[in-house]
């Protein structure tokens, strides 16, 4: 089994900055793809920012310019560097591992995170 634990959420005014991190542990072999998802209050879960085992990225639009998504692959961390916050940036944000292999010739399989919530207001 792989648990994923995040941390770093809180309450943060307008314009300040906050680094999410998210640790994978357990039977690990590779993690494909690691990111952070968001999801408010009657809204669909969305994608905030992926990177891969490579180091591609990928960022929503509200993220670019932003957020920034770095990766310790030793670690099985990923980490989310969020600046300039927004009230609307307000979320439960989750981590997701992505693509998780425990041995080479396993299945992969998808794990999230319980989230960590994050405040953005005065």
């Known amino acids: 089994q792989v648990q994923l634990v995040e941390s770093g959420g809180g309450l943060v005014q307008p314009g300040g900055s906050l680094r999410l991190s998210c640790a994978a542990s357990g039977r690990i072999f590779s993690i494909y793809a690691m990111g952070w998802y968001r999801q408010s209050p009657g809204k669909q879960r969305e994608l905030v920012a992926t990177?891969?085992?490579?180091?591609?990225?990928n960022y929503a639009d509200s993220a670019k310019g932003r957020f920034t998504i770095s990766r310790d692959n030793a670690q099985n961390t990923v980490y989310l560097q969020m600046n300039s916050l927004k009230p609307e940036d307000t979320a439960v944000y989750y981590c997701?591992?992505?693509?998780?292999?425990?041995?080479?010739?396993?299945?992969?399989?998808?794990?999230w995170g319980n989230g960590t919530p994050v405040t953005v207001s005065s």
């Open positions: 990177v891969t085992v490579g180091g591609s990225t």
């Open positions: 997701n591992a992505g693509g998780v292999r425990t041995t080479w010739y396993a299945s992969a399989i998808d794990y």
